[in-house]
Every structure is written in structure tokens, then in C-alpha cells.
């Protein structure tokens, strides 16, 4: 029966399992819920026939056996009342009743039995849906954490990336810093060994005034410096 095995393999599922070949694992489980819930109201209807088919068993069978009771009680009143034609009638007429028993009897079994096995069907049925439903509530858990962990997978990985920006940004600095550094070297090497020829020379080609001139000849004069 189709409906049983959809149960049974939904039921024997491993969580995990259905999970990994579910693309969406909460549409997935919905589908399921709607495909059993449907199996349910099939499963429902036909068990409603078959009891009704009981009922229609059992009440012919009751009408029967009455009208048998019937028979015989009319067949003794008969005797009683001294007119055995008439109470042979009435035995004849509850043979024949008793004749059509026999298979009202056999269809009442059958009918029994079968409305006994669609309630048996149905009560596990209505059972398994209703742990199901608890089931799916787990799953639909377990994707929600299964989503938020996938979230911080992808933060954490951004935040490496942005470690790894700032480790190399660090690295640029330094490299500017030591390029800066050794221009000012280099600015300062150039900078030793003082005046070039050009401003050593400006130095000598201004000429002294008249008053520097003697007050120079005096000072060699005393210091006796030709």
C-alpha cells in the first residue's frame, strides 16, 4: 500500500540524511507533512466506508436474527393454539431465514475484520503524523542554527580578510616610512661638506670697502705681518 510505504520510509529516515538531500530542507519537510496529511484524509474517508459497510452488515444481520426470533416465537403461539399447519409455516419461513443468515453472518465478519484493520490503519497513522509534526519542528531547528552557523562562517572568513587588508596595510606604512627615511638621509648627506666652489668664490669677488682696507693694514702692521 502507497500510503504505508511513504510512511514507513519517512519514519526511517535519518534527520541528517533528509537534510543533505534537501535543497531547502524546511520546503521540503512541509511537502512531506502535506503529502501525509493528504494520505491521512484518504486513509480517514475509506476507513468512514468501510465502518459504514460494517454497520450495513450488522444491521441486516440483527434484522435477520429477529426475524428468525420472530418465526419462532409465531410457530410455538401456533402450537398453543392447536393449529400445527400454521405453526409448519412459520418453521418453514425460519428455515429460510436461517438459510440467509448463514452468508449475512459471513459478510458481517469480513466486514468486521476489515473495519477493524482501517481503524488500526487510521489510530497509526494519525500517530505518526502527530510525531511528525514534533520531528519537523526539530528539523526546522536544527536549519535555523544550520543558516546562523553558515552566517558566522562567512563574518569570520570577512574578518580574516580584513586582517589580512590590515597586515598588509601595515606593510606599506613601514615601506613609506623607511623610503621617507632614507630621503632624509640622503638630504642630509648632501648637505655635508659645506659651501660649493660657486659660493666659495661669491665670497672673494665682493671687494672690501676703504675703511675694512685700512683698518686690515693696521692690524698686520701691529702684528708685523707683511
Do not use: W
Not at 537534510?19 to 524546511?26: G, I, R, T, V, Y
Not at 450488522?58 to 420472530?70: F, G, H, S, V, Y
Not at 468486521?112 to 482501517?118: E, F, L
Not at 623607511?178 to 630621503?183: E, G, S, T
Amino acid at each position: 500500500m502507497g500510503i504505508l510505504k511513504r510512511f514507513k520510509d519517512i519514519m526511517s529516515a535519518n534527520i541528517n540524511a533528509l537534510l543533505d538531500k534537501a535543497e531547502d530542507p524546511e520546503k521540503m519537510i512541509d511537502q512531506y507533512m502535506r503529502d501525509m496529511q493528504e494520505d491521512l484524509r484518504k486513509v480517514k474517508s475509506e476507513t468512514a466506508t468501510v465502518m459504514a459497510e460494517e454497520q450495513r452488515c450488522k444491521r441486516q444481520l440483527d434484522e435477520c436474527d429477529a426475524e428468525i426470533a420472530k418465526m419462532q416465537n409465531y410457530a410455538e403461539k401456533a402450537l398453543v393454539a392447536g393449529n400445527e399447519a400454521d405453526a409448519m409455516k412459520f418453521l418453514e419461513k425460519k428455515n429460510q431465514l436461517v438459510q440467509k443468515q448463514v452468508p449475512l453472518q459471513q459478510a458481517y465478519d469480513a466486514a468486521a475484520a476489515n473495519s477493524a484493520k482501517m481503524r488500526q490503519l487510521h489510530d497509526k497513522l494519525t500517530k505518526d503524523v502527530s510525531e511528525l509534526n514534533a520531528r519537523r519542528d526539530a528539523i526546522k531547528a536544527k536549519v535555523q542554527v544550520a543558516k546562523t552557523q553558515e552566517k558566522m562562517n562567512k563574518m569570520m572568513g570577512s574578518v580574516d580578510n580584513a586582517a589580512g587588508s590590515m597586515a598588509a596595510f601595515e606593510r606599506m606604512e613601514a615601506k613609506a616610512d623607511a623610503m621617507l627615511d632614507k630621503a632624509n638621509a640622503m638630504s642630509e648627506l648632501n648637505s655635508i661638506g659645506g659651501d660649493s666652489i660657486d659660493d666659495l668664490a661669491s665670497k672673494y669677488d665682493a671687494a672690501p670697502s676703504a675703511d675694512v682696507q685700512d683698518e686690515l693694514a693696521a692690524l698686520k702692521a701691529k702684528m708685523g705681518i707683511q
